[in-house]
């Protein structure tokens, strides 16, 4: 299958275009420091990837509370301590000729208590000690996300995307097995997603107006109701507030999880609801040249990047150069991983993925 449509230029609604269609997948990678600063080792681990062709770099989730961190050594948006760093690294992003977007993220009842203390969440969870959210603390929790935009473009950082996926905050208020409130932010789904479109209006109405806005979704597991984060989609999109949405799919081949979907992809669930001016992305073992292809036939704008920009920082350019190009057997050992920009820390916690990391 050619790979050529990757590299056409892709317009987004507002700002400039990405100059192919590949986008770098948000990968949690442990490096910053423990106040939530950035580090050296995630600046250049980042701006390897930029400089390696990606026409969008995006940040590994970065929390807009203290109390949503997620894991040791997260990127922090929640301080205007961490605006030095951030502004270092989006003009880094911007000298390698990538457009950047900071991931905004809050880890809800999956935070870490030995980081944080008490997780909060929609609803309480008490065999986990986990705290239900005030609709005041909410109310904070939205303006939060905001905030954490707005620091995002007074650093330069081109955009922002809205973690809605895998379990985490946002996710939780979406799934009704874990979001049991009633009021304004339980209940319905039109009342489980409304602090994700509160968000979303929050951050265009202190932005300006080339700030780019992405939503990463998740339409499986975590409780999560596929019909239900279809309908949510199908909303956004109607909307066209947001610039991309970025579908996290696991695996951009497979069926859906539930009966009644089965007999088609998970990803042409997406790929047939109306978008109007909002670019639609996929992300799920997209490893070579031929996959990554394959998801633009399938009728997404754009492809995210994961694993193979852990394993190759110029995924992108290896593809251009060579349409039959493949990510390197796994595991991969230590050094190849230091060549690709990967510090011990992170190493180490890619050690925890089965077979990625050679003994």
């Excluded at 109607?238 to 799919?249: P, Y």
Aim: charged residues 30%.
């Amino acid at each position: 299958m050619s790979s050529e449509k990757l590299f056409e230029p892709l317009s987004l609604a507002r700002g400039a275009p990405m100059k192919n269609r590949l986008m770098l997948a948000p990968l949690t990678n442990r490096q910053s420091h423990a106040d939530g600063t950035l580090s050296d080792a995630e600046r250049n681990w980042l701006e390897m990837r930029a400089a390696g062709g990606f026409a969008l770099t995006m940040t590994a989730a970065a929390h807009v509370q203290p109390v949503g961190q997620g894991f040791s050594g997260q990127l922090g948006a929640f301080d205007d301590d961490h605006l030095e760093g951030l502004t270092a690294l989006a003009a880094g992003i911007r000298a390698r000729g990538s457009l950047s977007s900071l991931q905004l993220h809050h880890a809800g009842s999956r935070a870490e208590p030995e980081l944080i203390g008490e997780p909060v969440a929609p609803s309480e969870v008490s065999e986990r000690n986990v705290r239900a959210l005030s609709e005041a603390e909410v109310e904070v929790l939205r303006d939060d996300f905001i905030a954490g935009a707005r620091r995002a473009e007074q650093a330069g950082f081109d955009g922002v995307e809205i973690h809605g996926a895998h379990g985490y905050i946002l996710a939780e208020f979406l799934s009704a097995a874990s979001n049991r409130r009633g009021g304004r932010y339980g209940g319905r789904i039109e009342n489980r997603a409304r602090i994700i479109f509160e968000i979303i209006d929050g951050i265009r109405a202190v932005t300006q107006p080339d700030f780019q806005l992405g939503l990463r979704l998740s339409p499986e597991r975590f409780g999560l109701e596929l019909e239900e984060i279809r309908d949510v989609a199908t909303e956004i999109l109607r909307q066209e507030k947001i610039d991309f949405l970025d579908m996290s799919l696991w695996d951009v081949n497979k069926e859906p999880e539930e009966e009644r979907f089965k007999g088609r992809s998970l990803m042409s669930v997406f790929t047939e609801l109306p978008r109007g001016n909002v670019r639609l992305g996929a992300a799920g073992k997209v490893m070579d040249a031929e996959d990554a292809a394959g998801v633009i036939k399938a009728g997404c704008d754009f492809v995210v990047i994961g694993r193979a920009a852990i394993l190759r920082h110029d995924f992108p350019e290896r593809v251009r150069r060579d349409p039959a190009y493949r990510s390197p057997e796994l595991p991969a050992s230590v050094q190849h991983l230091r060549d690709e920009g990967l510090s011990d820390t992170f190493i180490h916690y890619m050690r925890r993925w089965p077979g990625f990391v050679a003994e």
